[in-house]
Antibody, heavy 122, light 108 residues
Framework: QVQLQESGPGLVKPSQTLSLTCTVSGVSISTGGNYWSWIRQHPEKGLEWIAYISYSGSATYNPSLKSRVTMSVDTSKNQFSLKLSSVTAADTAVYYC??????????????WGRGTLVTVSS | EIVLTQSPAILSLSPGERASLSCRASQSVAYYLAWYQQKPGQAPRLLIYDASNRATGIPARFSGSGSGTDFTLTISSLEPEDFAVYYCQQRSDWPPYTFGQGTKLEIK
């Protein structure tokens, strides 16, 4: 069974960089066809896709966040990471990591982590 | 960016009743639409993919229909555990992948 677990600081100061890591178990992150994603949910609001990355390091970003987002992957640790720079209170949200499979159905976000709340505040 | 509009925002029904949730896209997404269920404090769970296919382990009372710009998630007979928030999501035109704003299904 594929499992994902987010980790990182729960509190970040305004203008600083938010850094999160997702640890994957049950499947090798190097398995082709999988894209490893970050999705966030503002308090009591809907879902916003941030970005995803392949095992080779090829990343695709949401244009609305692209200038501030960087993703990376560490295949040796079966982890991938998110960095979001110059954060403001508007970046306060629950951040989820998820798998997006492209080589077989369902071709959507089929496995998710439990999410981690990141609050931006001084 | 494709905008997905869900209606109603809140749907109040009783267990055993039939639920119909709507998702409308700002432009055609063909059949590239999914539905997710989210319960408080949990991550979303994939229910339906490509408009009408149930994901692994999803009960048969959940069904999806539609194509183009209009989609419906139907729950044939509501169970107590079905009361949650439901989101639609498109993969037709990206980036970005986009989600609807959600429909809250609450107990009447």
């Amino acid at each position: 069974q594929v499992q994902l677990q987010e980790s990182g600081p729960g509190l970040v100061k305004p203008s600083q960089t938010l850094s999160l890591t997702c640890t994957v178990s049950g499947v090798s992150i190097s398995t082709g066809g999988n894209y490893w994603s970050w999705i966030r949910q503002h308090p009591e609001k809907g879902l916003e896709w941030i970005a995803y990355i392949s095992y080779s390091g090829s990343a695709t970003y949401n244009p609305s966040l692209k200038s501030r987002v960087t993703m990376s992957v560490d295949t040796s640790k079966n982890q991938f990471s998110l960095k979001l720079s110059s954060v403001t209170a508007a970046d306060t949200a629950v951040y989820y990591c998820a798998r997006y499979a492209t080589n077989s159905p369902p071709y959507y976000f089929d496995f998710w982590g439990r999410g981690t709340l990141v609050t931006v505040s001084s | 960016e494709i905008v997905l509009t869900q209606s109603p925002a809140i749907l109040s029904l009783s267990p055993g009743e039939r639920a119909s949730l709507s998702c409308r896209a700002s432009q055609s997404v063909a059949y590239y639409l999914a539905w997710y269920q989210q319960k408080p404090g949990q991550a979303p769970r994939l229910l339906i993919y490509d408009a009408s296919n149930r994901a692994t382990g999803i009960p048969a009372r959940f069904s999806g229909s539609g194509s183009g710009t209009d989609f419906t998630l139907t729950i044939s007979s509501l169970e107590p555990e079905d009361f949650a928030v439901y989101y639609c999501q498109q993969r037709s035109d990206w980036p970005p992948y986009t989600f609807g704003q959600g429909t809250k299904l609450e107990i009447k």
